[in-house]
C-alpha cells in the first residue's frame, strides 16, 4: 500500500525479502532457491511476474486437469457469487444435492453399488473422514494396510497411513501408523521378480500374513483381522505415477475379501480421468468399498473433496448427522464448479481424449527414451505418465540429474523454435527421480509437441559432457 492506501505491485526483491521474513516454510516444500513467483495462468501456461511463458507438465498435482482458468468453469464459479456465494453448512442447497447425487450414480453405474457421498474441503481432510467411516464400521479397529510409496496427505491421521515417516518424525504417534506393504513397482521390483514370470509373488506375500495366526494378524480361530482396511492409490501418485501389472488389484482384493478387510480407494490424485477412466481403479476391474477424491473435482477453484462409501458403511444409521463437519465443506462456491466439472466429464468424451493424447505423448517419450540413456523407464496410463531419471546405466536412481532438470527448466531459457519457454515439472518416485507427468487434458498436440522438444532441449542440457 502506497500512502494514500492504494496498493502498488511489488517487485519480485521486496516480494522474496517479506517472504523470508514472513511465511513459515512449513506449508509449502520451498524446492526452489529463490522460490519462484507466477503471477498469472492460461490453459496449459503459467506465466510470472516478467510475463516469461511456463509450460506445465504437472497442473498442481493434477488439480487442474480441463486447464488453467477454463472459462467454463471459471464462469460457474462467477454464476455463484452473484446467486448463493455462501451458506452455513447446516442448511442444504441445490448444487450439494446434485453434485452427491451425481457422483453416487456414476459410481453406481460404474460399478453396481449403492452408496453414499459426503464432502469436506482438502484431500487430507476427507480420508480423515474416511478413517472414522472404516473405524467405526469395523467396531473401532485402528489399523490399516496402505503401500510403500503411498500418499495420503499430511494431516495426522493421513500421515499415519502415509508411508513416508519423513512426515511423521517430528509430531510423535497421534495414532496407529499403518503396515505398509510393498507396491508392486514392477521396474524396480521389491522382491526382485521380473514381471512376466513373477505369478504375482508380491500378493501372494501379503496373502501368507493370513496363513496362520503367528504371521501376526489374523486370528485364525474367530477368522478375525486385526486390520479393518487397505488404503490404496491405484496408480500412485506421489510414489512416482507407477502403474501396477495386469491381474495385480484383482488378485489382492480376492484376498481383502476373505478376510473381510475393507478396500478403500485414493482417487484424490488420480481420479477424474486423469489415468483414463473416471476413477482410475476402473481400469482394473474391482470394486472398492470407499472412494476418496478431491484435487480436479472443481479444476483447483474453490476446493471440494470428499467420499463415496458403500451404503451399510455410511447410512444415517450407522454414521449419523455431525459424525464429520467443517464449516467449509460443501461451500456452496466450490459444489457450483464441482458440479459443472461433473456436467463436463458427462459431455466430453475424456476416456477417447486421455487415450489417445495420452498415447501421442508416451509414444515420444519412448522416442526420447532411445535417444538418452538416463532415462531408466517411462510409462503412461491415461495422461499419468512418468519418465524416471537414472545414471547413464539407465538404472541407478539418480536424484541429483532430475533435481537440475527441475532447477533448469524453471530458467525459462530452454529455446524451441527461437521462443524461449520455461517448463513446469515435478518430481514424485521413491528415490526422487521420476518425473511425473500430469498434462492439462486439454492440451493440444501442438503443445505436446512443445513438451517433448522442451524436455529434449533440457535432456541435451543436463547430458552435455556426461
Ligand atoms: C493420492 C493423494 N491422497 C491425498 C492427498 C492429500 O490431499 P490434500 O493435499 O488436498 O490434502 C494427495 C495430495 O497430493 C494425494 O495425491
Redesign the pocket.
Known sequence: MDAEGTSVALDEATLLADEAEYCSFGDTVHYLDPPKIFARCEGSFLYDLENRAYLDLQMW?SACNFGYANPRLNEALKRQIDTLPQLACQYLHTDRIELAAAIGRRVQQTFGMKGRVQFNV???QA?EDSLKIVRNASGGKSLMFAFEGG???RTLG?SAITSSYRYRRRYGHFGDRAQFVPYPYCFRCPYGKKREDCGLYCVDQFARLFDTEYCGVWDSKVGVSEFAAFYV?AIQ??GGYVIPPPGYFEKLKQVLEERRILLVD?E??MGFYRAGKFWAIENFGVKPDIIVF??ALTNGLNPI?GLWALEELISPDVFPPGSTHSTFSANPLGTAVALETIKLMSETDYEKITKEKGGYLLDRLRELKRRYPIIGDVDGLGMALRIEICEADGYTPSKAITDRMVDEAMKADLDVNGRRYGLVLDIGGYYKNVITLAPSLEISYEEIDLAVDLLDVLFTRVTAGR
Do not use: N, V
Request: glycine letters at 28%; a negative charge.
Open positions: 498435482y482438502g484431500g487430507s480420508i500418499y495420503h496427505g493421513a492409490e501418485g506421489t485414493d484424490i490424485q478431491g484435487k473433496a
